[in-house]
């Protein structure tokens, strides 16, 4: 099977293409499956939720429209969703709106961000151990939400260069732990493997996926989804093909449906 649930489109403003050019590629590519996981829009308030990255809640139902009606012209099953950040101020958002109100089928859990007050800090921007157990605190508290059915990238923090060691070791098998307890599986991101390798203190390596993470995740048996997290119709099931191919090195229980 040939599955991929993590797609952006032109509307989170970092990607490019509509869910009928997406749809259109993964037809060509034979797929048995398709999700969407845009950058989920915020409420306008006070918070600084990133809105350059993502779509506005205006856009929202043009989004879900548009792939509603790509997926009418596929000969499998499109999935409209939504790749989401946790704070527990979005949860009825999530739940009553996105879910509720707008009908998005499911969400990821992406966790790029740590909330400080009214700014939200970048993942692999964290440096400083506090920093960092806070980080695994919030999205140890988004897995547990229930919301969501994907993590996303569980090793984003890592993206700029941070080097394994026994506190980051700790903090992965935390979260491993717990979006194994949802049934929730880990996601192998296809595109850390085409961004260009960062730098770290033992060499260059990917700045994600990372494998001592994975080998962690093998050693505790969780489940594992592999996705592209396509930012251009190229890639969509190509990242996803990618993926599986990491996820090869390692004996992963590799699933490829979350329906
Ligand atoms: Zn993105
Ligand atoms: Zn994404």
Not at 55 to 67: A, F, G, I, K, N
Not at 179 to 184: D, E, G, S, T
Request: proline share 5%; net charge negative; hydrophobic share 40%.
């Amino acid at each position: 099977m040939l599955t991929n649930f993590h797609t952006h489109t032109f509307r989170c403003g970092h990607a490019q293409g509509t869910p009928a050019d997406y749809v259109a590629q993964a037809i060509r590519d034979n797929a048995d499956c398709l999700g969407f996981s845009d950058h989920c829009p915020f409420p306008h308030d006070e918070i600084d939720t990133w809105s350059e990255i993502r779509m506005s809640p205006e856009e929202m139902p043009s989004y879900l429209e548009d792939v509603r009606r790509a997926a009418k012209t596929a000969p499998f099953p499109v999935y409209a969703g939504f790749e989401c950040e946790w704070s527990s101020r979005y949860a009825s958002w999530y739940t009553d709106v996105l879910l509720g109100e707008q009908g998005a089928e499911y969400l990821i859990l992406g966790a790029h961000w740590l909330s400080r007050g009214r700014k939200n800090v970048y993942a692999p921007r964290l440096a400083d151990a506090d920093s960092i157990r806070d980080y695994f605190s919030q999205t140890l508290e988004g897995i547990g939400s229930g919301l969501f059915r994907i993590l996303a990238h569980p090793e984003l923090i890592m993206a700029d260069g941070l080097g394994w060691n026994r506190e980051l070791a700790a903090g992965f098998a935390d979260i491993i732990d717990a979006a194994m307890a949802q049934n929730m599986p880990l996601e192998i991101n296809g595109y850390g493997l085409i961004k260009p390798p960062v730098q770290t203190a033992q060499g260059m390596r990917l700045q994600y996926p990372v494998d001592e993470f994975w080998r962690l995740a093998a050693q505790k048996g969780a489940k594992v989804i592999c996705n592209s997290d396509a930012h251009t119709p190229d890639y969509v099931m190509r990242g996803a093909v990618n993926a599986r191919n990491y996820a090869a090195k390692f004996s992963l229980d590799v699933v490829e449906t979350i329906f």
